[in-house]
């Protein structure tokens, strides 16, 4: 057998295998090598343990400040005013809670006599007041039709009781959300929105409601004998409750062409262009509330319908000047 020439540990011979040193170890061919890397590829690998994701660090505090608590953070849903929808619900339910407390409390004192105080409900005061300008043609003409009116009044009389309370949560549940003008704004607007319902009101009642119910018992009988009018006694109520409110809303138009005026929304000059439209929705608007289609009646109310426009034309301008 020849010879093998000894060659440097860890170079590879003239076969091409390698050598160790002179230790007496022997030799690692390049075969052996190759099927060894072989049998690691199909070897499976050891399963890597999986690391759950770290939550992100909470943000450093502030330079020269003490360390944030945790409290410190407000809620993601909090909103800037510091309410939040859940809140505002809650505020408006509990309002809406005061304002059928006072209504109840309105029914009661209109329906019911106040002991030691009156005998007479207060209720039973206001029929008799709408109930002059008629007096003796009213009369039931249906069973229960005197219990179902008498609590109609005393609903209307209610709501009239329960307005300032009302009002008041009304107010103080938008108050937060309007800028200081509005304020400003909000705060003339609704005495002075009360006051002219009031006088809308006086108005129809005084000079308009017995024109009317004058005109409605003289119509068609004449000196004919033997005719007795005599009207049911809720539809004459609901007839003057009517003409009553819409005579009162009637009397608003100037204090809102004041305050749309201040707010940007009307123009004076363009509403001065509305003159002779305005006198004819004067006369259809006075055509719709009067109960009755006689030229009369229609301009009393008519007239200062149109009166209105021109004092709320005024008021205009001189919020524009301002």
């Excluded at 040193?21 to 060894?36: I, L, P, Y």
């Excluded at 009156?118 to 039931?140: E, K, M, R």
């Excluded at 301009?299 to 000047?321: D, N, Q």
């Amino acid at each position: 057998m020849p010879a093998v020439s000894p060659s440097a540990p860890g170079q590879p011979g003239e076969n091409g295998a390698l050598t160790t040193d002179t230790n007496g170890v022997g030799h690692v061919s390049s075969e052996t090598v190759v099927q060894a890397s072989a049998a690691s590829t199909d070897t499976p690998m050891a399963p890597v343990l999986y690391e759950p994701a770290q939550p992100p660090a909470p943000p450093p505090p502030p330079t020269g400040g003490p360390p944030a608590e945790p409290g410190d953070f407000p809620p993601a849903e909090e909103e800037e005013d510091g309410m939040t929808m859940l809140e505002h619900l809650e505020e408006l339910r509990t309002r809406l809670i005061v304002c059928a407390v006072a209504l109840v409390v309105g029914l009661v004192i209109s329906a019911l006599p106040i002991p030691y105080i009156t005998n007479d409900a207060v209720t039973q005061a206001v029929i008799y007041i709408i109930s002059l300008p008629a007096a003796g043609h009213l009369i039931f003409i249906r069973p229960g039709e005197g219990f179902v009116t008498y609590f109609q009044v005393a609903m209307i009389v209610a709501m009239v009781l329960a307005l300032p309370v009302v009002t008041y949560q009304v107010i103080a549940f938008v108050l937060p959300a309007l800028l200081p003008h509005e304020k400003k704004y909000l705060y003339m607007a609704v005495p002075g929105a009360m006051i002219s319902f009031a006088i809308g009101i006086l108005f129809g009642y005084v000079l308009l409601l017995p024109v009317a119910i004058q005109f409605l018992l003289t119509f068609g009988t004449g000196n004919i004998e033997g005719i007795e009018v005599k009207w049911s006694f809720s539809e004459y109520i609901g007839t003057v409750t009517t003409l009553l409110f819409w005579m009162g809303i009637s009397f608003e138009t100037p204090l809102l062409m004041y305050f749309l005026t201040k707010l940007h929304i009307l123009n004076p000059h363009r509403l001065a262009s509305f003159r002779k439209y305005a006198l004819i929705l004067a006369f259809v608007i006075g055509a719709m509330i009067t109960p009755t289609p006689d030229p009369l009646n229609q301009t009393i109310v008519s007239v200062p319908l149109y009166l209105l426009f021109e004092l709320g034309l005024l008021l205009s301008r001189l919020a524009y000047t301002e």
